[in-house]
């Protein structure tokens, strides 16, 4: 599936700054990038940090004068995506997890899982297949919690989330994920470009670790997940965050864009027809 | 209905302090107080308190050298109780409260009620009458709450209670009380002793403003609502602690008991055939 | 000290509504209340409501139809303060207290003075002199927290407050009252009219119960003490809010005047040079 | 330096589990591992799980029926620190910290830094030197934080203890952590046996990036920081659990022990006479 993203941020620069940005498309073997123009106006020092798992790519650009930063990016992408039954994505059991799906066990800044335990087995506890169990998350979230521009700040957690029942993409992501490992699943955060996105713009959902694979979910239910274009995935927020600012900055645009570049594009999401777990 | 109460207290005592105890059977038009005896060895300087609502009566004892307290404390009772049916238990338009209710309107310490708006309306929203309202409040809880001695303490609020899903009795009414005013229904927390509590010991509870009524609740559904003998309300238990602690004391006793005085005692608690509101 | 204070307030009314409003000056023996005018527009249903302890006089508004409600209110009022010396401002001792100023130990929704323990007396436990050491916390809290308009919200609570260490009035005065109660000394939230204080709103500060007079606090300093109307006290926020909204109401005009009518007013503040506690 | 370690755990399992334990002495260029055992009784399935970023060693053991497991670990470790003088000890600029470095940044579960901005900034921001920002911080820490064993439990975070001032060597390390973030320092979590820690246990304190070096720094002040041997370092206690248990166990015997094995250990604490960074 080809997809043409782009996104154009600007920034007001009023001091020495760092600004590292989360925006590339990730290389993987299921996402080729086909072509891909990056442009920093005013031509600044930048360089690129990938993570030693390969989940994250970085762009860290440093500003030592006052200056109006502006950044186009765009890229086409093309990706591969598998439909797995729901009799194969059982439970990984723990003794043959990996070193790196157990960390997505942890709790961690925003999806505090240890104190979820209850709440997660009393909801989902009784459901016996894996996949089901995700997604009786997601719809119990997509259900319970309203989708509210503004409702929440960058402090706010799956804890919060949880009671107060309203929040974005970013807030549901968390609630899922905190879910998902008070219920000993690995979970991970995931950010990407998004097809089919109103009003247009960076999007986060996660993805669980299911049948010895990383299947996405999203409890929004904004998007088909076959429109997604990966970013970066980590623990939560904190590992993918579109921009991490250090300085006296402010954000004046964003402008972000996908498109599908294929004629007949099939929207998939998952209701009782469509129980196959997605991943790349 | 006739009760015979007591409590036997024992504190150690280090240095200058103050111990102010909420033990006493309130007198109230509907509880009256026929006997009742107060024990206070050694004897030391005390005086009562009692609030400008009558709600509470509080005993305070002032200790300047270090001892080993003991308060003994008896009493017999006698309680009227009424039983409303639920359709005249609807809620009080706000224009017709008055400023006492309106205060249990308000958050408290425990009750974070201001958190909990869209949590109690979508649960309990939907549901006319007020009464049951509160009775599916209570279910909730009762279902989904486990009582688990030790799960909490003096911190623990409805705000933890409501996702971590344990707590006991205090704990219990806290949740219930944040989601009634949440649902712009006065509470208040309740504390007394009550007959047929295992194993013995003060216990809590809450109102629910009704119909012009006070309305007891109690979500740990452990004892007869009519077993109940009242000691004081106040806006959760800030305002009606068994004791306040002002120095260095270890308390080394707390013995309770309630009998009925009564050959048939028939207990009282709501369920479908049972659905008037009890009060006093 | 004769002060002409006014309030325009306007709200854009959707549905049925209540509304309390807490803006009168309030009729103390040291706070007289020479002339008053309110007036509601469109004419509509009200009533007052005064708390048994005579600290709040809310004006209740019940809205039926969809309106632009405009609410004006004045009055002169003529106030007499005292100020008491350093000496005479010494901790009541527990066993002296009414049960009124000890209801001010307790903890509260924003002001959980039960965390605070190890804070308050780490920091402030050696100073003897009660005065003094509220005088300490307010210098403490002037020092340490930013004054930054929109940087917290309804929800804030001292505990916040403590360790993010930005607010506006409502949270310096809800530290404030959390570090006094910390160190057993009764405080109470303060909302009134401020001369002086710019831009014009209403203020909120705290008093603290001192060698038996409740001796008023204001951590913000942006204020002189002597200019403040009083409205109402209470635990905190909670007690006295300028509105409790019910009902799908905006508020769109607000604004609030507070002016001196006497030629010479000398700012009272307290500094080195003044450190006498200043009461009603 | 060489060290003989130990430890003795043994666990109560009641049904099918899995037990990750992190208790080997961790094998790095400056940590060697002389002679390491291993016992597990009885002989159960397990195997050895490193990380990525070769920080972490867990041990995991899945027992499907119950028994009384005992697992006894000992090793002979020498070790080789290095002493860099403050000076060198800058702050890396952010524009040349690894991918790695930069994700000690971030929030963690157990240290929020980025609710503590301006508490750090207040505090230690107009201290020139990084190391002696951290040695401020440390310092603030011990003064200020009481050491009290039970006072905070596996919930407690950095945002808990810098309000509340008591924990235990966990507690004081994610403190430390999360000030050093706030202030742009990356700070990781390090936990291992402890010569010279009475009563003898697993010891957790942190590291903090500085002029390149990852740095060792423990506001308990409880020990010789020569005298610690590695066991895992990660982004806070999450990472690195003594014993991740998943199934009905209790832990019913824990005895470690870490001895010196040379004649003549000079102890190294941070003080001013030895302001410099050690390392390993």
């Known amino acids: 599936m080809k997809f043409n993203i782009s996104s154009n941020l600007e920034y007001n620069i009023q001091s020495p700054s760092t600004i590292i940005l989360n925006i590339h498309a990730l290389r993987t073997s299921s996402q080729q990038v086909l072509k891909e123009n990056l442009a920093i106006e005013p031509h600044l020092e930048s360089d690129e940090l990938i993570s030693i798992t390969k989940e994250n790519k970085f762009l860290r650009i440093n500003i030592s004068d006052p200056v109006t930063l502006k950044i186009s990016y765009n890229a086409i992408v093309d990706s591969y995506y598998d439909l797995t039954d729901l009799e194969s994505l059982e439970d990984v059991p723990l003794a043959n997890l990996g070193f790196y799906e157990l960390s997505f066990l942890n709790p961690s800044r925003y999806c505090q899982s240890d104190k979820l335990y209850r709440f997660a087995n009393n909801k989902f506890g009784n459901i016996d297949n894996a996949f089901l169990k995700v997604i009786a ?45 008070a219920l000993t ?23 669980a670790y299911l049948g010895g694979k990383w299947i996405i979910f999203d409890a929004t239910k904004l998007v088909p997940l076959n429109g997604l274009v990966k970013i970066s995935t980590g623990r939560d927020a904190t ?38 777990g997605l991943s790349w």
């Open 137 to 181: 998350i997601t719809d119990w979230i997509h259900k319970n919690v309203e989708y509210l521009s503004g409702s929440t700040n960058s402090q706010t957690s799956a804890y919060d989330t949880v009671t107060e029942l309203a929040g974005v993409c970013r807030d549901f992501a968390h609630l899922g994920i905190a879910l998902c490992r």
């Open 239 to 276: 590992d993918a965050p579109v921009a991490s600012i250090f300085g006296n900055v402010q954000s004046t645009v964003m402008k972000i864009n996908c498109e599908c570049l294929e004629e007949s594009f099939i929207p998939y999401k998952y209701d009782q027809d469509n129980l196959k």
């Open 185 to 207: 699943i690995p979970a991970r955060y995931y950010t990407g470009y998004s097809y089919k996105l109103y009003p247009p713009d960076f999007h986060a959902c996660f993805e």
